[in-house]
């Protein structure tokens, strides 16, 4: 995934801001039955949480799909995100939130 042709697509899209998070988590567990391997289970699990400003409204998504799909998808859900906000000050994002 090219994280820059998502900020430029965001910001073609009309997101005045964003932020990406990705995160990636590892578990293996094991169980042993007198001695001997009895069960086991071995996962890895990511996620993407991103937030950005649309017609000065913060809109937020998260998922935990990694394909073609996803940027666009991550921008379409800020902006109708967004859009369910009814306060009317206008929100930013810092880089020490």
Known sequence: MNINKFYKDAKDSGI?????WF????????????????NYTS??????LARGIYNGKLGY????KFDRTT???????I??????IEKEEL??????D
């Open 16 to 20: 005045e801001v964003s932020e990406v």
């Open 23 to 38: 995160t990636k988590s590892t578990q293996f567990d094991i169980s042993l039955f007198r001695g001997e391997i009895d």
């Open 43 to 48: 996962s890895t699990c990511g996620k993407i």
């Open 61 to 64: 998504c998260s998922t935990e």
């Open 71 to 77: 940027f666009p998808f991550i921008i379409k859900t």
């Open 79 to 84: 902006k109708d995100s967004s859009s369910l």
């Open 91 to 96: 929100e930013k994002i810092s880089l020490f």
